[in-house]
């Protein structure tokens, strides 16, 4: 069964830290194109940051701004998201997902480019 299980979502205050996890089971993680997307109550899912199948490309929002890192850990065949200096907007659900291109050096923000998602991992940031 090919599942995506994502945590380490808690409430933060703001300028905090974080670091989420993404868990596959039922695939390798390393043979696709993972995304840490967003959804905010009232908007649309958004792409925080992500990262090809080879690892030599991403793509990161505009409000990532360099306080967000992405990184693949292969033999525990998840992918983290560290999150510093989080800010009360970064309050949202946020999922990774996977998807498979024929080019392993690709990689894309579109969220219907991606074919398996996690259930999510809430991240508060209030004081």
């Known amino acids: 069964q090919v599942q995506l299980v994502e945590s380490g979502g808690r409430l933060v205050q703001p300028g905090g830290s974080l670091r989420l996890s993404c868990a596959a089971s039922g695939f390798t993680l390393d043979d696709y194109a993972v995304g840490w997307f967003r959804q905010a109550p009232g908007k649309e899912r958004e792409a925080v940051l992500c990262i090809s199948s080879t690892s030599d490309n991403t793509y990161h929002a505009s409000f990532v701004k360099g306080r967000f890192t992405i990184s693949r850990d292969n033999a525990k065949n998840t992918v983290s998201l560290e999150m510093n200096n989080l800010k009360p907007e970064d309050t949202a659900v946020y999922y990774c997902?996977?998807?498979?291109?024929?080019?392993?050096?690709?990689?894309?923000?579109?969220?219907?480019?991606?074919?398996?998602w996690g259930q999510g991992t809430q991240v508060a940031v209030s004081s």
């Open positions: 997902a996977a998807a498979e291109f024929a080019d392993s050096d690709h990689v894309s923000p579109l969220v219907r480019d991606y074919n398996y």
